[in-house]
Structures are given as structure tokens and as C-alpha cells.
């Protein structure tokens, strides 16, 4: 069997048995994803309208509101996820299965591999299911084409996987799941400091380049600019640029954390 | 060299400043038992974790060669040829000993018909197949232990590594455990054992090596060790001041002990050398009141074989079987 037809099969089988600890123990997930959820009812209905008052600089409008904010928060419920996956490659790493798979024959880096696309799915299923209840509470997209759609998707996905891997090195590197936990806060601290919540010229100064040289911050943008049609500029490159970056980075972390020995 | 299942020479390993595995030597032919024997910390875990590619061996070592590849060239041929369980279960508790089993035979390329059957045989002969739809961590430790293995064998290893297999078993699971890797060797298969206790490794190698602060400080047959081994008695206990006062001038060669009026005679604890200990008794007209054998244990093995640098002179634990 060639290199290419191991790694997708027994990628697959991975997937297979990430996707059924899942299914058996959801709530993880649900509990993860409850945080997006109650970020977006809270400063909708009782931070909105000042916070629309704000950035309007006009009066408030809960409306635009939800529009500015659900591109946001719909890339948090990624990071939120993906907290999730540092747990669970840590929490599963304590496992003796992991060892069984360290002395077969089988493609290495499927055992992460594995955990990388059950955690995308699961950040575009989240992402749904956020995107639901925002559509449920006036979140409106009429004006997309098609085609920006699709883009957004892409995005979404892109978003997910260079956050996933390096969800997956973080897990790696942790000895256990609490510490996982904890190293893997960035993730979902890292868009409350971003243009998820206010533009990025309201914030002081100081701040601003904080919340610009960040991933959230161009990939919200862009998200922004393809659902809401405002305006993207260059942040629709910046935004590619380190997602791949990230998941390159986090790519060759996690390979090589999970191919050192082991104690 | 090639027709050993397993060969390693100068076996080095040691993790910062502490030695674990000071060049120990190992050549293990096919369709045999080897049992690697010590206490815990003695380096036997990681000479497994070793030899099955989990951590690879110091830069000073010999070349390692299992089923004839290459440890340090060819881990992946390694891994095709062996089978590992280890010393802590090796299976998915969150799913259940079925899903398990399939996962190997998805693992190992079964076509889907054969993986559901290879599961189906293996379930069956592991007596796991009324538990097979449970999870596999609601398992008492014997049956995890025997998923382990039925695991180990879907994709029919050739050379399998057991790190104490029966290691917090109770006695049923035990000798359960010592059947089915009686039954595998029958199959052509090279078994590589580690094990804490004497008997075990007794009852299953073909050869043994005891294993001591990382060296190989004896090895061989069970037979050959155990004549290495002082410490295997008989002994006579009398209530009667006057029938042990005979009995110590009737068996001058017994080693006295006046004050518990009770003789010791070197014995190896087998029937054949303990019923010539009872002719011998009864011909010389000596009547005890009670008789116990005492056979060496792993503690004997170690104090007997490790004397030179740390003396106790005699186990004051020994197994002992009162008759």
C-alpha cells in the first residue's frame, strides 16, 4: 500500500474513533459551546444598546448590533472548540491505547490527524448551530452571493484546522488535561481582545496593534466582509496567510512532540 | 543471528544521569519463551518499551535486531512483526471491546469481512463475547487484560512483548493468563515476558534472565537458575526435646536450630527429591511432627545472586507449602 493510501485509511480509522468518543461523550462539546452562545444573548440584550450606541455614535440600534457581532463570535465558537481538542488529545495521550498505536505499523501521524479533522467537523457543526441561534435572535446575510458564502465557509474551515493543530500541540505539550485546559486559554481570550466585540479604532491606542497583529482580528474582518459586505481591504490575504501559517506551525509542533520519545 | 527472533547486544539506555539498562545482552530464537525476571525499577519495562520501538536505545548500544530488522534502520518493519501488551491496559476504555477490536483489524487493513470475524473469534476465545458491547472501561482488570491481548492478536504478531501480564490479576485471571500464552507459543509464536514473580516465569519459559540494577546477573533454564539458588529446604519440627535430639544425631548433615528443636535438609522442593527425603527418614527412624518445604523465591534469587554487594544471608520470607 502506498504512503498516500496508509495515511488516508488509517487517518479515516482515527477519525472513526475520534468521531465515536464524541457521539459517546458530548458534553464536552455542548459545554463548549455554551460559551459562544451566551456571549452573543448577553451583549445583545444587555450590553447591546449601549454598545451600539457607541459604535453607531448615533442611538441605539440592537440590529446592527447582532450584524457586527455574530462574525465574531462565530470564530470564537472555533477557538471555544478547539479548547476542547487540546483536552481531549491530552486527556487521550495519558491513554495506553496511545502506546498500542506507537509499536503498529501504521501511518504515525494519524492518531492526530484523526483528532484534527473530528475537531474541524465539530468547529463546522458548532459554527452552525451558533450561526442558528443567531439567525433565531435577527442576524441577517441576505445581501452575500453565493460565492461569498462559499468563500466564508472556506474561511471557516481554514479558521478551524490552524487553530485545531495548534489545539493539538498545546494538548501535546501539556502533561495533563487540566494543564491543557489551561495552556489553550488563549484560544478563546485571544478574541475578546480582537474586533469581535468594537472596531479596533475605538480601542486606545496603546492597545490597538494588540488586537490588529492577531489572527482574530483579520480573520473577522474578512468573515465580516464576506457575510456583511464591508469592507475587507487587505485583511482577506492577512487572514490566509496565518491560518496557514498556524497550522504549519502547529503541524510540525504536534509531529514532533508526538514522535519524541516517550518517558 | 538471523534465525533469532530477537537479538540485542550492549543494550544501553538511561534517562538523564540515571542508568537503567547497563548493556545487557539478549538472543531469543523463535517460537520460544523468554522471560525477563526483577524486581520493580530493575529495567525491565523499558527494555520492553525498547525492543517494541516506543523509546529508542542509547548511541553506545549494540545493534538490535527483531524479527530480523533493524531497531534503529527499520522501526516500521518492527512494528509489523510484534505484538505489545503492556504493563498498563493498552485499550480504548471510552468505546466498547468489540469497537476495540475492530479498530485493529481497520488498523492492521483487514478487509471488512475478515476484521468482523478475526473480532468475532478472538472476542469468543477471550470468553469477552457477553461483554463485548459494553465499554471497555467498565472491564474488571482480568478481562481488560485478556482485550489487551486478543487485541495484540488480530493482527497475528509473529513476536510478542507481555510486560507483566499477570501483574495485579487474581489467581483464576493468573493461571487463565499462563494458558493463553502457553496456547500462542504452540502456534510458532516468540513470546518476550517480564514478570516480577519467580513461579510465573517458571511455569512458562523456555529461558530466563534475571534482570538487577539494569544488568543481566543470571541466565538460564529455570532448572539452572534455581541450582543457583541456595535456600531450598526441608524442615523438620519436633515438640519433643528427646525425638529432636535424635533425630539431629540420625541426620548429621541437617543444619540445627536447638532453640525451635527443628532441623533444615537442603531440598529443592521437587516430589522426586522429597520423597527420597521421607525414605530416608522413615529408614532412619525419624518421626517429625511437622514437615515444610521451603522453596526460593525472587527474593532468594536476588539475595543469592546480588551477595557481593548487598548481603542479607538468608530470606527470612520464605514461600513456604506445609504439608
Given at each position: 500500500m502506498s504512503t498516500i493510501s496508509l495515511a488516508v485509511r488509517d487517518s479515516s480509522t482515527m477519525l472513526r474513533r475520534n468521531l465515536l468518543h464524541a457521539r459517546r461523550y458530548p458534553s464536552m462539546t455542548l459545554n463548549l459551546l455554551l460559551t459562544p452562545i451566551m456571549l452573543l444573548l448577553l451583549f445583545v440584550y444587555i450590553f447591546g444598546d449601549t454598545m451600539s450606541a457607541g459604535i453607531g455614535g448615533g442611538g441605539p440600534d440592537r440590529a446592527k448590533y447582532i450584524a457586527y457581532i455574530v462574525p465574531g463570535l462565530l470564530?470564537?465558537?472555533?477557538?471555544?472548540?478547539?479548547?476542547?481538542?487540546?483536552?481531549?488529545?491530552?486527556?487521550?495521550?495519558?491513554?495506553?491505547?496511545?502506546?498500542?498505536?506507537?509499536?503498529?505499523?501504521?501511518?504515525?501521524?494519524?492518531?492526530?490527524?484523526?483528532?484534527?479533522?473530528?475537531?474541524?467537523?465539530?468547529?463546522?457543526?458548532s459554527v452552525v448551530l451558533v450561526g442558528a441561534v443567531a439567525v433565531a435572535i435577527g442576524f441577517r446575510s441576505t445581501d452575500a452571493t453565493v460565492l461569498e458564502w462559499l468563500a466564508a465557509f472556506g474561511l471557516l474551515v481554514l479558521f478551524s484546522t490552524a487553530l485545531t493543530w495548534i489545539a493539538v500541540g498545546m494538548g501535546l505539550g501539556s502533561p495533563n488535561p487540566e494543564a491543557a485546559s489551561n495552556s489553550a486559554m488563549p484560544l478563546i481570550l485571544l478574541p475578546l481582545l480582537s474586533s469581535a466585540f468594537v472596531p479596533l479604532h475605538s480601542m486606545p491606542g496603546w492597545f490597538q496593534p494588540v488586537a490588529e497583529y492577531q489572527p482574530f482580528t483579520p480573520a473577522i474582518e474578512t468573515l465580516r466582509g464576506l457575510l456583511l459586505g464591508t469592507g475587507i481591504g487587505h485583511n482577506g490575504w492577512l487572514a490566509v496567510a496565518w491560518c496557514v501559517g498556524l497550522a504549519v506551525l502547529g503541524y510540525f509542533w504536534s509531529t514532533a512532540k508526538f514522535n519524541a520519545d516517550q518517558k | 543471528m538471523t534465525d533469532l527472533a530477537i537479538a540485542?547486544?550492549?543494550?544501553?539506555?538511561?534517562?538523564?544521569?540515571?542508568?537503567?539498562?547497563?548493556?545487557?545482552?539478549?538472543?531469543?530464537?523463535?517460537?520460544?519463551?523468554?522471560?525477563?525476571?526483577?524486581?520493580?525499577?530493575?529495567?525491565?519495562?523499558?527494555?520492553?518499551?525498547?525492543?517494541?520501538?516506543?523509546?529508542?536505545?542509547?548511541?553506545?548500544?549494540?545493534?538490535?535486531?527483531?524479527?530480523?530488522?533493524?531497531?534503529?534502520?527499520?522501526?516500521?518493519?518492527?512494528?509489523?512483526?510484534?505484538?505489545?501488551?503492556?504493563?498498563?491496559?493498552?485499550?480504548?476504555?471510552?468505546?466498547?471491546?468489540?469497537?476495540?477490536?475492530?479498530?485493529?483489524?481497520?488498523?492492521?487493513?483487514?478487509?471488512?469481512?475478515?476484521?468482523?470475524?478475526?473480532?468475532?473469534?478472538?472476542?469468543?476465545?477471550?470468553?469477552?463475547?457477553?461483554?463485548?458491547?459494553?465499554?471497555?472501561?467498565?472491564?474488571?482488570?482480568?478481562?481488560?487484560?485478556?482485550?489487551?491481548?486478543?487485541?495484540?492478536?488480530?493482527?497475528?504478531?509473529?513476536?510478542?512483548?507481555?510486560?507483566?501480564?499477570?501483574?495485579?490479576l487474581d489467581p483464576r485471571a493468573r493461571h487463565n493468563m499462563w494458558q493463553i500464552i502457553r496456547e500462542l507459543v504452540t502456534g510458532g509464536v516468540t513470546v518476550f515476558l517480564t514478570t516480577q514473580y519467580l513461579e510465573e516465569a517458571d511455569e512458562l519459559a523456555d529461558r530466563i534472565a534475571v534482570l538487577h540494577d539494569g544488568r543481566i546477573v543470571a541466565e538460564g533454564t529455570a532448572e539452572e537458575l534455581k541450582r543457583l539458588i541456595p535456600g531450598g529446604h526441608v524442615r523438620l519440627r519436633f515438640t519433643d526435646p528427646a525425638a529432636y535430639q535424635s533425630a539431629a544425631s540420625a541426620l548429621r548433615e541437617a543444619a540445627r536450630d536447638d532453640e525451635a528443636l527443628a532441623l533444615q535438609l537442603p531440598s529443592d522442593g521437587s516430589q522426586r527429591e522429597l520423597r527420597s527425603i521421607l525414605d530416608w527418614l522413615d529408614s532412619a527412624g525419624v518421626e517429625a511432627d511437622e514437615l515444610t518445604v521451603h522453596t526460593p523465591d525472587l527474593d532468594d534469587v536476588f539475595f543469592a545472586l546480588t551477595a557481593r554487594t548487598d548481603t542479607p544471608e538468608n530470606s527470612e520470607n520464605p514461600k513456604e507449602a506445609v504439608r
Open positions: 470564530l470564537m465558537t472555533v477557538g471555544s472548540t478547539t479548547i476542547g481538542t487540546a483536552v481531549s488529545v491530552a486527556m487521550d495521550m495519558t491513554e495506553g491505547i496511545i502506546a498500542r498505536f506507537r509499536t503498529m505499523a501504521i501511518h504515525r501521524p494519524s492518531v492526530l490527524i484523526g483528532h484534527v479533522v473530528g475537531s474541524v467537523l465539530q468547529c463546522v457543526l | 540485542a547486544n550492549g543494550l544501553r539506555k538511561s534517562y538523564g544521569d540515571k542508568l537503567v539498562l547497563d548493556g545487557i545482552d539478549i538472543a531469543v530464537p523463535h517460537g520460544t519463551i523468554f522471560s525477563l525476571l526483577g524486581p520493580n525499577g530493575a529495567g525491565k519495562t523499558t527494555a520492553v518499551k525498547i525492543l517494541s520501538t516506543l523509546v529508542s536505545a542509547d548511541s553506545g548500544s549494540g545493534e538490535i535486531r527483531v524479527g530480523g530488522h533493524s531497531l534503529a534502520t527499520d522501526a516500521q518493519a518492527v512494528r509489523a512483526a510484534i505484538g505489545v501488551t503492556g504493563q498498563f491496559s493498552a485499550v480504548d476504555g471510552l468505546i466498547t471491546g468489540e469497537e476495540n477490536m475492530l479498530l485493529m483489524a481497520d488498523l492492521h487493513h483487514l478487509p471488512k469481512d475478515e476484521g468482523r470475524r478475526t473480532a468475532a473469534e478472538l472476542l469468543e476465545r477471550f470468553d469477552l463475547t457477553d461483554a463485548a458491547k459494553k465499554p471497555a472501561s467498565t472491564y474488571s482488570g482480568g478481562m481488560k487484560r485478556r482485550l489487551d491481548i486478543a487485541m495484540t492478536l488480530v493482527g497475528n504478531p509473529r513476536i510478542i512483548f507481555l510486560d507483566e501480564p499477570t501483574t495485579g
